[in-house]
């Protein structure tokens, strides 16, 4: 019986060689696995991130994994980045035979990206030497240092390459590379040559196959998919193509047939694989150090600070607590429910080895605390936890609202508890540094993540390589649904289906989009996660530089593998809000001397259920969609719990739910439960479940289960697989019996935990954010102009979202007054009770060094005193005519005199500021120091009439973005509350509407019938949105659809673009 040929594949190239690879990395072990080959490599261009999925996959899959990377040698230092310099760069193959030299790759890949990085990430030889330990390296492709001379003729040089190279990595780790396109000329050159060198210099070969797709047939997918990476067509000739090669995973037999001659080289990959053996130890935690005083452990000093956390939070006395090496309860004098609490969760905390791990967290939420920064209340689980709540990590009282530890830290499933932290965006970047200095700068690095073509940009993508039209292919794209795969779509969507069936174009389009829908498109850095790590970062994970950003450095591995690898991934999230919430708090108290601590404040003021009632909630957390108003209106709010249960079940599907816990509320409807032991349960939310944690409580007490078992429970519904689902429903239905629950009735409760699995939300997570959202409400409710102004501020590059805040302003009373040289600061600023002034930073063609230097000599001088008292302290700093018409335009003068007149004058002004900066440059002064104000010009200005309102509002449009002194629409404002407002629209409340509103801009394009139509921008008082007229609706209307006019439209509204834009159907002119 003929043995099967032995081969593995050593080059290959997964999706992770982005915009290069096809192959993603489960199929591409499968696919080795299916062609008899036990082990594969991966060698993505510059980088690891696939190493950690190909290890554990290979493991899954039962062959070997070999870590690898396609590195670029550079022909100088790494150090050299002149663009003028004549470098080379060639490829090399590099191999991890054991532990050392994966360490040691992870190091090169570093370095290459931290030290190297010109166009490529590049190693030189000296850094090759230094960390050749443990690597087996390949000459590579015709890319190669080895290959590039041969093509070249440099054949004098090919002897000293391969002994370099010998003696860089020992002459038994180092192989000539042949590959197996031996059609094709230059490889048929190389191939030659390599075979004479290998006898010449004694240096073995290897055959290997550069595989960048799995089979032959990806060819054609392979080539759309670097056109896409080189912005080219397909069509297109003079690009990168690579289709007269096969770069498929071929089979050892394909491998032996073209190298009959050469079979060693064949089975060298297979000698090469055997020798490659790295265990990389997937799920031992590796938590970093925390440095506890003297005398403590980690364990010891936990319970202090829990101690300490007692009295603080409590007012419990801890006198007696002083053993901090035992469990809390028994040395008490007072007996409770929190300190026998507390000794079962820091029992499980530090059985499990997490003691660290919260110190660490608390260290740093504590630093952000003391320094004004604001953190939330809590996020997911971790607010189930006493300790956290001890440890001041938390805020929410897990016992106050009934939350469940075992929902944060299973005691029967070994898994790192998880954090998430959530800082006042603007400042999270604090937070990071300081947890990058306490720890070293060496052992923390936010994380990469990877975007995928996803099933419509990959039409878009491929289209354009294509060379289809933009518009044939945005169709297509948007008859698929939102977050469906392509297949999914092709089953579901009848018009995508019947284009695919009739249309040969669209059909090829689709059939490669799939081939590429999935692929790893791009890297980037990771909104919020962050690893720490005991030991420098370069001993575990390969690093580079951000994206476009030299002075981030993240992670070559993505969270997931982060969290194999068992170290401390955390994530710190900015939130919006608690900016708004900072804000707002640090404005109260300059404008009323106030200090307010908002994780203090009562839960049920008055004033806050009465603007929840009422659905007065923009800007209040959670609680802002019109959907989400018309609940509470419905609801009217009364206590706090209201606002966790909302939070809750304002989601897809939940949300059927609502109408019944309202009306079980009021008395409406009758409270019924499935079984009388569900009510002490399911009491609070009037019969209707709503938290994860219900389930779990009647696990517990209706069947007998640890609240251990019941997460376990919880988490094995919430997979939906049958073999699970069995067993648990057998355990439960058997501990109901048990507790004399009769069969019938244990199987009806049974079948209420689907339901819990589908829309049951997390109890923590809702009390966490329902304090956010109270926060707010309580801010809103109490400060509403100081609310408003930050609000505006946290707003103020999202132009739709700040002109609906202003109409906002306007119907609350607050009145939004034009830029001010004598009030305002760069941004929104208080200037009293109801009035809130735009900052000059909002100016249009002022710059940030002229605000500044307003900003600075206002508070210098005490103010401007005239028209000349500013022109003397600003003239000649960076000021010219643009900033000043820009000023005057925007009403930052109108202190002074109105806008008309100033801005006729405008060169008068600027003459009399180039004399005042000359005058203040020859430094004339008098005997005593004081400037001679005898040399000063009087300033003069010609009296012209103001302009006309429309004028002025036009002006404040143009260098605010907005009407802020009035607005065209005032006089129509009866007509226009008949009307749908635009943000009624928005929000989707009404598909078909008449809508009162001012034209925008307007771009009028030709269709491919040569019809005209119409795109255009329409506002309100309320906000804005495109709108669109077809050619019959256009040519009714094209003499009044015009940039300006104030018009009714009636339409309706379209989606499926998956942004929101009016149709419009008929318009006529509003008077």
């Known amino acids: 019986m003929k043995t099967k040929p032995q081969f593995v594949h050593l080059h290959t190239h997964s999706d992770y060689s982005l915009l290069d690879g096809l192959s993603k990395i489960p199929a591409l072990v499968q696919r080795a696995k299916d062609l008899g080959m036990n082990a594969v490599a991966v060698t993505d261009h510059g980088n690891m991130y696939g190493a950690i999925e190909l290890y554990k996959e290979a493991k899954k899959q039962g062959i070997k994994p070999i870590i690898g990377m396609e590195g670029y040698v550079t022909s100088h230092t790494m150090q050299d980045k002149n663009p003028n310099i004549n470098e080379k760069r060639w490829h090399i193959i590099l191999l991890a035979k054991d532990n050392t030299g994966y360490k040691n790759l992870i190091k090169l890949s570093t370095l290459s990206h931290l030290e190297g990085f010109y166009y490529k990430p590049r190693l030189d030889k000296e850094t090759l030497a230094k960390y050749a330990e443990g690597i087996i390296a390949l000459s590579g492709c015709l890319g190669g240092e080895l290959g590039s001379a041969i093509l070249e003729g440099r054949m004098r040089d090919t002897k000293k390459i391969i002994e370099e190279h010998k003696a860089i990595f020992g002459k038994e780790n180092y192989y000539l590379e042949v590959q197996h ?18 006898k010449e210099t004694d240096t073995p070969m290897v055959a290997t196959a550069d595989s960048h797709y799995l089979n032959k047939d990806d060819q054609n997918a392979h080539d759309i998919l670097l056109a896409i990476q080189t912005g080219n067509t397909i069509k297109e000739e003079r690009r990168m193509k690579l289709t007269h090669l096969d770069l498929s995973i071929v089979s050892p037999e394909e491998m032996n047939q073209a190298f009959p001659d050469h079979p060693d080289a064949v089975s060298n990959a297979q000698k090469i694989a055997d020798r490659c053996n790295v265990e990389i130890p997937l799920g031992d935690y590796q938590l ?6 003297k005398g403590y452990t980690a364990a010891s000093y936990l319970r202090k600070q829990c101690v300490l956390g007692l009295h603080e939070r409590y007012g419990l006395d801890t006198s007696s607590l002083t053993d901090y090496d035992k469990d809390i309860a028994p040395q008490s004098k007072e007996k409770n429910e929190i300190l026998e609490r507390l000794d079962y969760e820091l029992n499980i905390i530090i059985r499990m080895g997490y003691e660290a791990y919260m110190l660490i967290v608390a260290d740093f939420v504590i630093w952000a605390k003391d320094n004004k920064i604001v953190v939330g209340p809590g996020r997911g689980s971790a607010a189930g936890s006493l300790v956290s709540y001890l440890l001041n990590i938390t805020n929410i009282d897990p016992i106050k609202y009934g939350l469940i530890f075992e929902r944060f830290l299973n005691p029967d499933r070994i898994s790192m508890p998880d954090i998430d932290l959530d800082f006042a965006d603007t400042r999270r970047d604090e937070v990071l540094k300081y947890v990058s200095d306490k720890y070293g700068k060496e052992n923390v690095a936010q994380i990469i993540t990877f975007g995928t073509m996803a099933a419509r940009a990959a039409i878009r993508d491929v289209g354009r390589a294509l060379d289809y039209e933009y518009q044939y292919c945005d169709r297509i794209s948007k008859m698929i649904p939102f977050m469906s795969s392509l297949d999914n779509a092709l089953q579901n969507v009848e018009e995508l289906k019947t284009i695919y069936a009739t249309d040969e174009q669209a059909k090829m389009l689709i059939d490669n989009a799939r081939r590429l829908e999935g692929v790893t498109r791009h890297a980037s850095t990771h909104a919020c996660g962050v690893v720490i790590t005991k030991e420098p970062l370069t001993e575990l994970i390969p690093l580079q530089h951000a994206t476009k950003d030299t002075e981030t450095i993240i992670t070559q591995y993505e969270m997931h593998a982060i969290e194999d690898l068992g170290l401390l991934k955390m994530d710190f999230l900015g939130l919006k809000n608690l900016t708004i919430i900072e804000n707002t708090l640090q ?20 004033k806050v259920y009465e603007l929840l009632q009422k659905g007065d909630t923009t800007g209040v957390f959670q609680l802002e969609s019109g959907g989400m108003r018309r609940y509470l209106k419905d609801l009217k709010p009364t206590e706090f719990e209201d606002i966790v249960v909302m939070i809750s079940l304002y989601r897809p599907g939940p949300m059927e739910l609502i109408p019944t816990y309202i009306r079980r509320k009021h008395g409406q409807e009758e409270t019924t439960y499935d079984h009388p032991r569900l009510e002490p349960i399911l009491k609070n939310t009037y019969g209707v479940g709503v938290y994860q944690e219900q389930m779990m409580q009647i696990a517990r007490d209706l069947a007998g289960f640890t609240l251990a078992e019941a997460d376990t429970l919880r988490k094995a519904i919430g997979k939906k697989i049958k073999e699970l689902l069995d067993e648990q429903e057998t355990k439960i239905i058997s501990g109901m019996k048990k507790n004399g629950i009769d069969k019938k009735s244990a199987q009806k409760v049974w079948s ?56 906002e302003a306007d119907m609350h009373s607050i009145k939004i007054l034009p830029p001010s040289i004598q009030e305002s600061g760069a941004h929104f600023t208080t200037i009293k009770e109801r009035e809130v002034r735009f900052g000059l930073a909002a100016i249009k063609n002022v710059g940030s060094n002229v605000v500044d230097l307003i900003i600075q000599k206002r508070e210098e001088e005490g103010g401007f005193s005239s028209l000349e008292h500013f022109l003397q302290c600003i003239g000649g700093r960076d000021f010219n005519k ?94 226009i509350q008949q009307c749908t407002s635009i943000r009624a629209l928005k929000q989707h409340q009404f598909p078909s509407a008449r809508v009162a ?17 119409l795109f255009f921008d329409i506002e309100d008082l309320s906000g804005k949105i495109e709108a669109i007229a077809f050619p019959q609706t256009f040519s009714r209307h094209q003499n009044i659809l015009m940039e300006g006019k104030v018009l009714y439209l009636d339409g309706r509204i379209d989606t499926a673009s998956g942004e929101t834009k009016f149709l419009c159907s008929n318009a006529a002119e509003l008077t």
């Open 997 to 1013: 509103a001012l034209v925008g801009s307007t771009k009028k394009i030709i269709t491919k019938k040569g019809d005209p139509m």
């Open 882 to 975: 643009k900033s000043l018409e820009a000023l005057i335009k925007a009403g930052a003068f109108d202190t002074f005199d109105h806008r008309n007149k100033l801005l006729y004058n405008v060169e008068a002004l600027l003459q009399y500021a180039k004399q005042q900066s000359a005058l203040r440059n020859s430094n004339q002064s008098s005997l005593f120091g004081e400037a001679d104000s005898s040399n000063a010009a009087h300033l003069t200005l010609k009296d012209i009439p103001e302009c006309s309102e429309i004028e002025r509002l036009d002006w404040e449009k143009e260098l605010l973005g907005f009407f802020v002194s009035g607005h065209p629409l005032k006089q129509y404002q009866d007509k």
């Open 752 to 807: 209420l935990f689907p339901g819990f699995a589908r829309y049951g939300f997390n109890r923590s997570h809702a009390v966490s954010y329902a304090e956010i959202a109270y926060q707010t409400a309580y801010l809103k409710a109490h400060y509403p102009t100081e609310f408003m102004m930050a609000l505006l501020n946290a707003e103020a590059k999202h132009i739709d979202r700040l002109s609906f805040l202003l109409h």
């Open 181 to 198: 396109n031996i059609n094709d000329p230059e490889q048929k050159k190389v191939n030659e040559a390599i075979f004479a060198l290998s």
């Open 587 to 606: 404005e109260v108290h300059k404008t009323h001397g106030v200090e307010i601590n908002i994780e203090t404040v009562d839960h049920k003021d008055a």
């Open 288 to 293: 970093p150090h925390y440095e506890v005083p």
